[in-house]
């Protein structure tokens, strides 16, 4: 009978580690959620009947979750099943939870009804569905991982007196530069009532009400406002994709010069479309991110479109950051022409 | 920045194909269901421009599809990306096709929701959907593919006049029973109002409404029926962790007896808890089918326990086949005691 003793062929193995991988990815959103990750993390292990009773959780169901993480090495468990602690793979599953997130959380549904996303008669119309609240915090927790420190860096020789982030989401990045920039006021603009929303109890949390200001505006279509005319500094981090095609993207980056104008600088952070990659090369994220944009029909330029767009954008390049993870992502620093 | 020239860690590739196997399960899913995963079986190749002609589906998903397949060598894609062949992985990938769409597609929205289903106060009332057409198209892929080749074995030595099949779903094992036996008649019982409407449909298009019959009836809590009396053969296949806990599977296998007091044979056939694998060894299924199981609250027994309950259930082992795919099953061929 098919026992731990007898070893599987090595395609077969392949085979049950990619089916593995599935429930593993989910399994280390749902320990994300529920704290489980972070106490690994700090504990560098954790006692399951412990961590249940503080957390509220099933022990049943905790213990699933970390044999899931175990088929991945991400954590091992002692031999009683008791406890578990963090394995070779923690590290990098740790860094990277906030892209599991993202696809487990924010895009499990359409992974789960991928098969019915693939024939044109059922691409018409609302049909995908995405997790807005989990793709938010997905997406929150990758900029500051792998996004902010890079912009930091950037903008250490930047002065500005009043910065706006276009697409502004929970306002997490205005509030972390307002703490780095002590002296600058703050414009967040979001086409989404709900990173408005967010967006108000997180300066009010962060005591800043009286330093960062929320419009509800549409960055694809902006004209000037009065509050814009004192913006000396731009940012955008992982939505310049969304100004695409090309002639949108043109237009799009055209009329920030006007909206704007004092602007002096843009700083303009995102992921691109792979090119040179095949097969099990794929490393994190690239092939969720580009899956789910084509099944959602989105166009993710190239970092060579991107190059192209630049030239013909009304802006040119001062200084730019290359980030390894995610891989094929930018942070541009641009000034006016 | 990070190109396919510049590679991964190992620690970090194997992170990423963590990812990418959630993405790759997704994608087996949908190309067995439009059709892909087949004609790559059939042909060994698939041009995309052709194949999406023909199935009327969106080339970029398809070829998206397939790039998510090639990141787990199921399929290679050319240079031009107008075609792809089968892989290295391809033959265990499609053999075991089942699997996947069961985890993805039948249980997609529990993994999606996973974060959610593991605190107490989250699991309380009907807190897992999962999708019961996905599942019963996974299972009986399963059936077919794994355990009815051992069954029709087990099968040469048995006379029989009348079989009756406990949760018989789509009537698929009944139908493949009466071709494989033409003498016999054959009893369908399912609780489910969806099986015995799908059972109606497929033993229509076989031809054989005057030789199988259907009963809408708890496998669980059955009671002597005139019809149960000519009953010589019972089948039950996937079902019999449903008859746990402990005290429920000897009582329930006991009843047997008495409601099928003619039965000369018991065939049952079932996947059990694995023991003894740890971590990365986890085979196909295994993981998928504890960590569903777990979150659902059912008991899942082992090989050891099936046996220890089969000694007080009125029944003796005949014969037996033990299983290698799935790990941890087993065939039954169970005489009264």
Partial sequence: ?????????????????????????????????????????????????????????????????????????????????????????????????????????????????????????????????????????????????????????????????????????????????????PETRGIGIDVAAGAITVSKEAIAAAGMEDRIALVQDDVLNLSPRDEYADVDLLTCFLMGHDFWPRDNAVTTLRRLRETFPNAKNLVIGDTCRSTGVHGPEHGMFTLGFETVHTVMDQYIPTLDEWSSVLEESGWRIADRRMIDLPAFSFIYRLTPA
């Fill in 1 to 181: 009978m098919g026992t731990a003793e007898q070893r599987l062929s090595e395609e077969a193995q392949y085979c049950a580690d990619t089916f593995n991988g599935a429930i593993a990815s989910a399994a280390i959103s749902a320990a994300w959620e529920i704290g489980l990750l972070d106490e690994l993390e700090r504990a560098g292990r954790v006692g399951i009947a412990e961590f249940s009773a503080t957390a509220g959780a099933d022990p049943g169901v905790v213990r699933a979750l970390l044999v899931a993480l175990s088929s991945r090495r991400i954590v091992t468990l002692g031999p009683e099943r008791t406890e578990a602690a963090t394995g070779a793979g923690f590290a990098d599953a740790y860094r990277t939870k906030g892209f599991f997130y993202w696809l487990t959380r924010g895009c499990g549904e359409l992974l789960t009804t991928l098969p019915a996303k693939v024939l044109e008669h059922d691409r018409e119309g609302d049909f995908v569905r995405r997790d807005s609240r989990a793709i938010s915090v997905a997406c929150r927790n990758i900029a500051r991982t792998f996004f902010d420190p890079p912009l930091r860096k950037l903008l250490e020789t930047v002065e500005c007196t009043t910065v706006a982030d276009l697409g502004c989401g929970s306002s997490d990045r205005l509030i972390m530069l307002a703490d780095l920039m």
